[in-house]
């Protein structure tokens, strides 16, 4: 169906200005309880483990993509160019990042030093963030590295669980190792999208709201993040939005040990159903108009003030006079609906399965969204 551009002065003055119709830096409305969204990256490569660029780049892209957290986290074990770029010290490549971010003034970026702990299975892949020394990582047993990490406090999680090469069925799953290392306050997040494997991952979202693990969306990028993601080009790079009270590194930690984070990737969001109805709620609303006093169609505009489309189905009792219950709701957009009442209503309510929202295994959000109708 039709949508209708949010703002067509902005976008105008955006296109004139030679930037693409789709602005590269993704911004989020507080939710209504007046959280704030912070966008993060929190599994990233660079030449220092088997990334393929600086890591002054990584800092540049997640400024020109919007985020507000970066996380550096280079394979402590699998170094590639080590014979090019010998380095001792495993926090250089946090270092140069820092020093990059603290000299472009990007003062809205949070860059926090991590590390990926890299075995064969059942150990897997495990990313530790929030680390003040990556080189006491450095361990013979992995499970050492990881005491070592909850030693400085950091947040721990385990990175695409549905890799095929440690998974050939694809389905995620965890094991009596992980299961120890949960109990053990060793792991506290799951991977449930890795941009860089095209892993999506429905199990690892089970598996994150039965063991009471954080959910996260990362890009494990190692290239380019344009040419990755068609950054700037209505793309995106895969991320987690954590739902934090204040802007800082403190309130950004505190809201990821407490689990209020969404995955998104594409159009999809993946989390646990308060988070995600709460991204949801600021995103999507109902502008009526009032009744034109002939009809008792009511024209509604489905508000979409988020950077993400949706795929919505109207489960509501009432109808719609100019489309089906299939309605798709651009990103930053207004969407026309008009809707069958009876004409003497002082609300409309509708509810909603948005279909590109997941709280659980193949479980869509389910959302009712209510407005007053102008007298
Ligand atoms: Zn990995
Ligand atoms: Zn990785």
């Not at 963030?129 to 361990?139: E, R, Y």
């Not at 700037?232 to 939005?241: A, D, F, K, N």
Request: proline share 5%; glycine share 6%; charged share 20%.
């Amino acid at each position: 169906m039709k949508t209708k551009l949010l703002s067509a002065a902005a976008m105008v003055a955006v296109v004139a200005c030679g930037a693409s119709a789709h602005e590269r830096a993704v911004e989020f409305p507080n939710t209504k309880d007046g959280r704030i969204i912070l966008a993060a990256d929190l599994h990233t490569h660079s030449v220092f483990s088997d990334g393929e660029v600086w890591p002054s780049i990584r800092v540049q892209e997640a400024h020109k993509d919007g985020l507000e957290v970066l996380a550096v986290t280079e394979h402590l074990e699998h170094q590639p160019h080590k014979a090019d770029i010998p380095h001792p010290d495993r926090n250089r490549s946090y270092q140069i990042a820092e020093e990059t971010r603290e000299r472009s003034d990007y003062d809205e970026l949070i860059v926090i030093n991590g590390a990926e702990v890299t075995r064969g299975p059942p150990h897997g892949h495990i990313n530790a963030i929030f680390l003040d020394d990556a080189n006491a990582l450095l361990q013979d047993d992995p499970k050492d590295a990881l005491i070592a990490a909850k030693a400085q406090g950091a947040f721990v999680f385990l990175n695409h669980p549905n890799w095929l090469p440690h998974t050939p069925d694809g389905i995620a799953r965890l094991t009596d190792y992980h299961k120890e290392l949960i109990a053990g306050g060793l792991l506290q997040g799951v991977e449930v999208v890795n941009g860089t494997l095209d892993g999506h991952s429905e199990h690892a979202l089970q598996i994150a709201l039965d063991n009471n693990l954080t959910v996260l969306g990362t890009s494990d990028i190692h290239g380019l993040v344009d040419w990755t993601h068609e950054a700037g080009h209505g793309g995106h790079r895969p991320m987690t939005l954590v739902l934090a009270k204040a802007h800082t590194q403190d309130a950004f930690k505190d809201a990821l040990f407490n689990k209020h984070t969404v995955a998104w990737s594409y159009d999809d969001l993946l989390g646990r159903e308060d988070d995600v109805r709460a991204v949801v709620e600021a995103c999507l609303s109902l502008e009526p108009s009032a009744f034109d006093g002939k009809y008792t169609v009511l024209p509604v505009s489905l508000v979409n003030a988020c950077p993400l489309s949706f795929t919505l189905l109207n489960t509501s009792e009432a109808t719609f006079q100019n489309t089906g219950d299939s309605v798709h709701a651009e990103r930053n957009s207004e969407t026309p609906l008009t809707v069958r009442l009876n004409g003497d209503e002082d609300k409309v309510i509708l509810t909603f399965t948005v279909l590109n929202a997941q709280i659980g295994f193949r479980k869509p959000l389910s959302v009712t969204f209510e407005a007053n109708i102008p007298g």
